[in-house]
C-alpha cells in the first residue's frame, strides 16, 4: 500500500513555469513505477509523463516543456512544467504502480493522489 499526495498546483500566466511535487508513503519508493496524468473539464484523464529508476517518458504534448524527475531519499517526484500554454490547464494526478518499466496507460496503475489544479491563463 502506499498513499500518494501532491502539491505545487496554481494559477500561472502562459509561458510560466510550475512545480508539481508528489510525495509517496508506504512500501519502497524504488519498487515503484512513478506517472503523471492530467483531466480536464470534460476530457477524459491523460497520460502526461512516468518514470521507472533512470526511465523516463512523455507524452508529445508536452515533450520538451516538462521535466520528470524523483528524490528517492524524500520518495517524491516532480513534475516541472515549463512554456505553460493554457491548454496544460488541467487537475494534475500522481500515480504509482509496482512495475519494472515505465508505465503510460491509467489503468494499469494501482495508487492515485488527489490531484492538484493547474490553471494556465492567456
Known amino acids: 500500500q502506499v498513499q500518494l499526495v501532491e502539491s505545487g498546483g496554481g494559477l500561472v500566466q502562459a509561458g510560466g513555469s510550475l512545480r508539481l511535487s508528489c510525495v509517496a508513503s508506504?512500501?519502497?519508493?524504488?519498487?515503484?513505477?512513478m506517472g503523471w496524468f492530467r483531466q480536464a473539464p470534460g476530457k477524459e484523464r491523460e497520460f502526461v509523463g512516468a518514470?521507472?529508476?533512470?526511465?523516463?517518458g512523455y507524452a508529445d504534448s508536452v515533450k520538451g516543456r516538462f521535466t520528470i524527475s524523483r528524490d528517492s531519499v524524500k520518495n517524491t517526484v516532480y513534475l516541472q512544467m515549463n512554456s505553460l500554454k493554457p491548454e496544460d490547464t488541467a487537475v494534475y494526478y500522481c500515480?504509482?504502480?509496482?512495475?519494472?518499466?515505465?508505465?503510460?496507460?491509467?489503468?494499469?496503475?494501482?495508487?492515485w493522489g488527489q490531484g492538484t489544479q493547474v490553471t494556465v491563463s492567456s
Open positions: 508506504g512500501r519502497s519508493f524504488s519498487d515503484y513505477a
Open positions: 500515480a504509482a504502480v509496482v512495475s519494472a518499466r515505465v508505465v503510460s496507460t491509467a489503468g494499469e496503475y494501482d495508487y
Open positions: 518514470t521507472r529508476s533512470w526511465r523516463v
